[in-house]
């Protein structure tokens, strides 16, 4: 059921419906796109010259999963912890890149632990659009900080959100901010519109013996000739539909491009007791409020 919004519009909600995705540019005013940045500057900051905690020599990709089994990742959906690109480290566990050159993203719960994060996860705005898509009851379930520094910035592999944050029926629905213009030379995402239509194809979870497995529901490769690049200045956002195949390139350009993602379950769905993100119950789901 659609609430009433002004944050859409008709030509934007038939967007949503065909594409499964829209694109909202001056979302975010420039002052509050300048404080976010600035406090992301400061956690890096205090990475680089408070050293890194035990475990921290994790990266993540897309492409090699050595993510996976890593404990660092599995209990960080209730905390703020750095993942690093690969290559960032050196055999001995010591970083090869600056730090803004080194880290792939922060998560995952950046808007409840940090007051930057959570007065910029929560506005009115934002609890207006995402009542406009459908959530009834919203839960802000996920943040990451998504660096993909210049010439370092991997790819991520086509896939669907709601393939790692599975709810029945599928709720998710992802949040993105660019934070720097975004665009097919800095890595920008890139999305099959109309390919949320088609459900999630796989679904990684946790295989009940300490790590994660990923179950394929439907073999079929995702088409990259169907992708089209979703270009965003810094402020825009992009709502997609959880079920949206999207992807993105390397960055191999000499500019930056970070992005701060959230993603929205509705409370009303079931969250599967196998997804891989668990709160402890110090840290319970909250909605916009
Ligand atoms: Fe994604």
New binding site residues.
Partial sequence: MRAASTVLGADRWGAWERDGFVVLPGFVPPDRVESLRHRIDDLVAGYASQGLPDGAATVFSTTEQTHAQDNWFLTSADVIRPFFENGAFDADGNLVAPMDRALNKMGHALHDLDPAFDQFSRTTDLASLVAELGVTDPLLLQSMVIFKPPRIGGE?VC???HS?LWTDPQTVV?LWFALDDATVANGC?WAIPGGHVGGARTRFRLDGTGGTTTDVLDPTPYDHGDLVPVEAEAGTLVAFHGCLP?WSGANTSDRPRLAY?LHVIDGTAHYRADNWLQRGADLPLRGFA
Avoid: E
């Fill in positions: 991520v896939h669907c959100d790692f992802g995402m999207h993602t």
